[in-house]
């Protein structure tokens, strides 16, 4: 499944981040495959508010379709 | 799990002397991700004198100082040293040219920020590190081990509270032991071996994390991104080793600041709290300043001090009419005298007293009008120096000094990067993202202030599109105070049709623009900083380095854009120009033929064209189709040279023809339907 699809207030792990200068962007914060996210906040029109490693940060649902993650 | 690195001793890199144009002044730069307190540190090391300048090449803005014997520079918030956009390719090349780098990070994301550290040491550069936020990360029982944080990096580290001017007294310390810290060993080997070619270990890890215009600049060809990648990965899988060393770490309960942030990004809250705060916003910069501050400084003091000092000076010895015009309770003239003075008021004083007296104690208007063209082209009643100063002084200054307060309040809470993400999906069918609310909501102040606000947003495609927004569909303040009045007596009906018009208009322009231009709206990934209470001393600062710099900017062009009409005035071009527009005002709009007067003068002031519409006794359909028409078409002088200089001349033009014939267009089609 992808990012764009985990309902508010679940946790998942990234297996996989979408190709291109975006990916090198995530590495850089520590959005990295394997790590742990939470989604915070899903708000109409796709944009999704997660959380990891004590950041919070908002992505509009193109950029979350392009992630894939497993739910734990 | 330790990785092989080397404790990096100084020494001698073939070439790397950094070639500098002071070398008795060295550089100390400051950087940071964005929203880690860096203007703090930035404003208490700098005091009172910021040089603040566009990067050579780009809208990026960048602050200069003297600190002590060094030359000190702030650079914008980046994640990492790299070439992704503006503002990192900016950073990058003064991180480059700088010989001490200072950086600060936020104690709460030091997993986030330290990899941007990591980076800057692995650059080879001398570093010192600000640990700023220690009173957040207490208040999250975050634990922080200083002195293991210095040894892991192998550079000095202080902790500080910067907005509380906490542990800020460190820093001197600090730029004076910063030194080059821990590197990855086989990194560093990489670097050594390109070092020959490229001169500095700085640029060498640039060129191997893929930086092609560094690559460039040396004629070499820059690693692929797989390479970026693998030391990318590595830095973070090291970063993230270290900071189980350093950070100790309880969960603690959230904060209201944190439950307010939370709330002001869910679809059930957030769009209240949104309302609230405009709400707010409108009650200060759109009442308290824009009607009653605005009243006073431009009407008391701008008009009846200043300028009726300034052009009675002037006319101490020129030929002049003097008009005096008697008001009543209401602001309607009462009685209407004309002085004339064939050699100026000196000559004939007797007169002058006399026209002081005539008021007799009410309020009045003096009119000024010289027999000498050139007085009238700097002087008269559109003159480029008289109307230009009161307007940039009296209207504009306190107009822009409370709409920049208002957005430091905002930006400094942390609230901006959670109304980009509240309004991202609307935005976007307009084809822009979720951060161009900022310039948009500007534009209510100033179009032309908004205008150069669109330099934060990503893409040139989204510039280009809230810039025509902005300049056809946004009425500026000084337009709206005056579209307000009109309406109020227009009606109901004759309101809801305006909105309708311009709000349906608005949203087809970007709608149009999004589909026909190339390219696809950019992606928003923003970061949501800690809610956080302003303070008033950093939110007062900004506000005023904000506002001078875009007086500094815009005033030239107000200045330009008055001589411009003065000309057409003194010359009699402006009455040509209205005869050309009366068939179409009369026919196409059915307006009386004064309107087309409105029309031109709302191009030295996007007010004076709505002002204009006042004394002609409209139907209120009229009034719609004059303000829609008023409302869409060119905005004023100064903002179509911001505009052309931001734009380009090409760009700029397209969309100022473009306002022009859509205005008519439209105007015409509301007024051919409704009456």
Redesign the interface.
Known sequence: MTLSTLPKGTRGRIVRLPEG?????F????M?EGATIAC????????I?LEF???????????AAGIEIVVI | MSEPVIRHRPHKHPGTETVLADPAKPRVVLVGNPNVGKSVVFNYLSGLYVDVSNFPGTTVEVSKASYLHYDLFDTPGIYGVSSFNDEERVARDIILNGDIIINIVDAVHLERDLFLTQQLIDMGKRVGVVVNMLDEAKNRSIGIDLAALEEALGVPVVGTVAVRKKGLEDVHALIVNAREGRQHRSLHTDLHAMLATVGSQAEALMVLEGDGIIAQRHGIAASDASRREEIYIGRRNRVNTLLQRVVSDAHASRRIAARLGRWSVSPWFGFPILAVILTAVYFFVGVFVAQDVVGFTEGTVGQGIVEFHIKSWIARNAATTVTVDRLDAEGEVAESRAFRFDEGLHADYERWAEARRFPAGHDATFTFSFDNPWLVLFFGEFGAITMTFTYLVFLLLPLVLGFYFALSVLEDSGYLPRLATLVDRVLRYIGLNGRAVIPLILGFGCVTMATITTRLLGSQRERTIATTILQLAIPCSAQLGVIAALLATAGATATLIYTGVIFSFLVLVGTVMNRSLPGEVSPLLIDLPMMRMPRLDNVMKKTLYKTWFFMKEASPWFFIGALTVGILQVTGALVHIMNGLEPLVVNWLQLPREAATAFVMGLVRRDFGAAGLYHLNLVPFQTVAALVTITLFVPCVASLMVMLKERGLREGAIIWVGSLVLALTIGGIVSQILI
């Open positions: 200068e975006v990916r090198s962007h590495i850089r914060i520590g990295v915070l906040e899903r708000l109409p029109g796709g944009t508010v490693s004590r950041q919070e940060i908002a992505l509009s649902g193109d950029l």
